[in-house]
């Protein structure tokens, strides 16, 4: 599990494991990608063409690629209006409480360039009683990059999110959506700035 202080067995719902899809993403020009540290496994598809921000320096040291990292939150991120074609959200918006995730999309929205693209990827969080929320809800992921394979895990105690969620959260936000699609409790959402 990404993160430092393993909680115990009983601390934790660790869901099925998942098989995120990262095959058809092809891009043009610099992405951003949000929450980047940890595996950064944008930066390890991308390489050079991506810039990750995170707001733990020791996440985005632990982050094998080398692309640009810098330290940084999302909802105050520190570029000029319109800077970039691609925003990307690998299994980041599950580590974020809903407040920030709505400061998140406006941030996002600001700094894409009109026509670029917000790529999402992540996890359903079902509702849950008082008992589950005290536990971290955990996903098991294995991913297919290039020629290797990344199996890692994400662990986190927020609330509720699904696809239907962040639909909402992009029409707030003025975003239209492009793409979407589901497998097993993954989903992945592309956005657009008109
Ligand atoms: C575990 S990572 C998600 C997976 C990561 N994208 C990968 O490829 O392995 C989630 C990251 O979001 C970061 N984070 C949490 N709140 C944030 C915020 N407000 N702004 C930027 N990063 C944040 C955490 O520090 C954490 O490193």
Same mark, same amino acid.
């Given at each position: 599990m990404s993160g430092h202080k393993q909680p115990k067995e009983d601390e934790m719902n660790i869901i099925e494991k998942q098989y995120p899809n990262l095959d058809d993403f092809e891009v043009e020009g610099l992405i951003l990608d949000i929450g980047g540290g940890g595996e950064g496994i944008i930066g390890q598809v991308k390489g050079k063409q991506v810039i990750a921000i995170d707001t733990?320096?020791?996440?985005? *040291?632990? %982050?094998?690629? !080398?692309?640009?990292? $810098? #330290?940084? !939150? %999302? =909802? !105050?991120?520190?570029f000029l209006d319109n800077s970039f074609e691609t925003v990307t959200s690998f299994f980041t918006?599950?580590?974020l !409480? *809903?407040? =920030?995730?709505? +400061? =998140?999309? +406006? &941030? #996002?929205?600001?700094?894409?360039?009109?026509d670029g693209k917000f790529l999402i990827w992540d996890v359903i969080i079902p509702e849950m009683? &008082?008992?589950e929320k005290?536990?971290?809800?955990?996903?098991? $992921? *294995?991913v297919k990059i290039q020629n290797k394979i990344i199996e890692t895990g994400y662990g986190v105690r927020r609330p509720a999110q699904d696809k239907e969620y962040y639909k909402k959260l992009g029409k707030k936000t003025d975003l239209n959506l492009l793409v979407e699609s589901e497998k097993d409790l993954i989903y992945y959402l592309e956005f657009q700035k008109k």
């Open positions: 733990s320096k020791r996440e985005l *040291e632990e %982050a094998p690629s !080398d692309n640009l990292k $810098i #330290v940084m !939150d %999302a =909802t !105050d991120l520190q918006l599950m580590y !409480d *809903e407040e =920030t995730r709505e +400061k =998140t999309f +406006k &941030e #996002v929205f600001r700094v894409l360039k009109p009683d &008082e008992e005290k536990k971290f809800y955990v996903v098991p $992921i *294995e």
